[in-house]
Every structure is written in structure tokens, then in C-alpha cells.
């Protein structure tokens, strides 16, 4: 079945430093979704990209789609202790949101 | 508006008992989705309802059942409840259209089976 893959699965860092995490579809996809899930709490929608090639900021956050439309990225620039969370790619699948498993970013003070 | 409800919070249950849910979705939001999150395992579907019915199902065992009332708010069940049960259970207030389908998600039910 389709599937959504993240990688990578943890990444420390220390505060300042960038960080990426990569999402890959084993499909195409008409969008993709990010997430953001803070140490206790839920997902809370970050953003979502719709065209082949699309990149989009927010502050210190890139998102990028590929131009095949079965890759995405997203770029922190310069982590801050805030930034500290699990980050989701999302894809439609049939009927559904198809989540990836998440990169999980500890950020050293 | 206000975000999307979920009660209880936390539940402590014991192996053989049997759990209801419930979800109350943004104001307009038609559609509710249910997710389990595990450490292990992710983010992972359980059932969609839309207008009181059953849309698209995960692969959960029957153990697991939900239903939408006509005001959107939604309830899930789990009965026969089992260790592997423990979980933080999510209900997704769906918005959809022709260009998105977001999903804005509650603040979870943390299940644990004893």
C-alpha cells in the first residue's frame, strides 16, 4: 500500500545549528502536509504544499515539495529551544491522511 | 472558533473492560477522523465519519467502532480492552475541499490498560 516515509528518525542538535527532515511517498501526491507535535501535546497543522517545486517560509521554517511530487522537505534555520517537537509529513491516501513516522528534534540549549 | 474537544483526558482502564470516547469537532467541520499514537507505531487511522457515516476505516480489529451523531460530535469504542490498547487516542476535526484536506487535531484521550 502507499506509504509515507521520514527521515531521519531523531536528530539532536545544538540551539542554532539548522536541521532538515525529509519526507518521501512511495506514491504521487496532490499535496503534503507538515505537522508539528510539541513534547506532550498534539499535531497542530504547519502548513500545506500544493505545486511541483513549491517552497514556502515560515520565519525560520522552508518547505520545499519536489518537482515530482513525491518528495518533501523541511529546513529550520538557526533552532531555538522552541522548535523542539516531532514534525509529520502527511499525503492523501485513499480516503485518508497517510502520516509519516515523524522526526523527532531535540534541541541543545 | 473554538479548537476541538475531547473527554475525557486521561482514562485508566483495566484488560477486559470496554472505553467510549468523545470528540467534538470545530463548529462547521462535518467530518472527524480517529487516530492511535504509539510510541512505536506512529500515527496511525482508525475510522473517518462524515454526515453520521462510517467514510474510510483503518486496519484496526472490530474490537474498535466509533459513530457520528447529527450535530458531528463523534464517539469511538473500544471494547475487550487489551494491554497493546494503551495509547493517546486522537480525534481530527477534517476540513476538505477541492484544493485541502486538513486536519485539525484535539488535544487527545492518553488511555493506559493495566
Known amino acids: 500500500g502507499q506509504q509515507v516515509m521520514q527521515i531521519p528518525q531523531y536528530q539532536h542538535v545544538q540551539e542554532g545549528e539548522d536541521f532538515t527532515t525529509y519526507c518521501n511517498s512511495s506514491?504521487?501526491?496532490?499535496?503534503i502536509q507538515w505537522y508539528k507535535q510539541r513534547p506532550g501535546g498534539h499535531p497542530v497543522f504547519l502548513i500545506q504544499?500544493?505545486?511541483?517545486?513549491e517552497v514556502k517560509k515560515q520565519k525560520r521554517l522552508t518547505f520545499q515539495f519536489g518537482e515530482a511530487k513525491k518528495n518533501s522537505s523541511l529546513h529550520i534555520t538557526a533552532t531555538q529551544t522552541t522548535d523542539v517537537g516531532t514534525y509529520f509529513c502527511?499525503?492523501?491516501?485513499?480516503?485518508?491522511?497517510?502520516f509519516g513516522q515523524g522526526t523527532t528534534l531535540q534541541v541543545k540549549p | 472558533k473554538a479548537g476541538v474537544t475531547q473527554t475525557p483526558r486521561y482514562l485508566i482502564k483495566t484488560r477486559g473492560q470496554q472505553v467510549t470516547l468523545s470528540c467534538s469537532p470545530i463548529?462547521?467541520?462535518?467530518?472527524v477522523s480517529w487516530y492511535q499514537q504509539t510510541p512505536g507505531q506512529g500515527l496511525q487511522f482508525l475510522f473517518e465519519?462524515?454526515?453520521?457515516?462510517?467514510?474510510n476505516k483503518g486496519n484496526f480489529p472490530g474490537r474498535f467502532s466509533g459513530r457520528q451523531f447529527s450535530n458531528s460530535r463523534s464517539e469511538m469504542n473500544v471494547s475487550t480492552l487489551e494491554l497493546g490498547d494503551s495509547a493517546l487516542y486522537l480525534c481530527a476535526s477534517n476540513w476538505r475541499d477541492s484544493l485541502t484536506d486538513t486536519q485539525y487535531f484535539g488535544p487527545g484521550t492518553r488511555l493506559t490498560v493495566l
Open positions: 463548529s462547521g467541520h462535518r467530518s
Open positions: 465519519y462524515f454526515s453520521e457515516t462510517q467514510r
Open positions: 506514491t504521487t501526491l496532490s499535496n
Open positions: 504544499l500544493v505545486k511541483s517545486g
Open positions: 502527511a499525503g492523501p491516501g485513499t480516503g485518508k491522511l497517510i
